[in-house]
């Protein structure tokens, strides 16, 4: 089975070194990576809505985790992020992740448009709201 994907805006620099940063904190290579003008045409599912929607973590089974589910995932499987993805699960402190995200995504800014979170999007099944 493949291994879950982690799509950014390739189109951001503050996106851009975010990828990087994964990279280098994924030290047991439990994660892939790729530019959302690649993979919105290799992935279907990945093109729904825009790439305002947030960071995005593709799972081999083609379902998605946005936003700060994907932050989550992206930690959880990393040694340093593993001990502080699990505070993310706890519903109080998700929803703070969720602010948090939305307040870092405020700041990107590629091509004069802004990232912010939906209103509302689905994740592995469930819909979450934002507001």
């Known amino acids: 089975m493949g291994k879950p994907i982690v799509i950014y805006d390739d189109r951001c620099g503050m996106c851009?070194?975010?990828a990087r940063m994964v990279r280098r904190f994924d030290w047991l290579r439990r994660l892939d990576d790729m530019g959302y003008s690649v993979a919105e045409s290799r992935y279907?599912?990945?093109a729904r809505g825009a790439v305002g929607d947030g960071l995005r973590v593709r799972y081999p089974d083609g379902s998605l985790a946005l936003g700060v589910d994907a932050v989550r995932a992206i930690a959880i499987r990393t040694p340093l992020?593993?001990?502080l993805a699990w505070l993310l699960y706890l519903p109080g402190l998700h929803a703070l992740g969720a602010l948090g995200y939305a307040q870092i995504a405020k700041r990107?800014?590629?091509e004069g448009a802004?990232?912010?979170l939906p209103d509302r999007y689905e994740a592995r099944g469930s819909v979450y709201e934002t507001t």
């Open 81 to 83: 992020g593993a001990p």
């Open 108 to 110: 990107r800014n590629p």
């Open 44 to 46: 279907p599912e990945v």
């Open 114 to 116: 802004a990232c912010p």
């Open 16 to 18: 851009r070194r975010s």
